[in-house]
């Protein structure tokens, strides 16, 4: 499905849960790590610090399972 959306209908990506949450999303719609900056960039301006935060602390393993 291709998604383009002009500058100007942009919503600002901030918040860490709403990025998290666009992550999410994108991962339930099959696309990898490496797709994921290039997809959620085309519908948002995105805080490249929080997302790239978001991207360490999803691809951690889970401490718990040991």
Avoid at 8 to 17: C, H, M, N, S, W
Avoid at 32 to 40: G, N, P, R, T, V
Wanted: hydrophobic share 40%.
């Amino acid at each position: 499905m291709e998604r383009y959306v002009e500058d100007y209908q942009k919503r600002r990506l901030t918040e860490r849960v709403d990025i998290l949450t666009a992550i999410n999303i994108l991962k339930s719609q099959g696309y990898d790590h490496d797709e994921l900056i290039a997809e959620i960039t085309k519908v948002f301006y995105v805080d490249l610090d929080a997302f790239n935060e978001m991207v360490r602390v999803d691809r951690r393993p889970d401490e718990r399972a040991a």
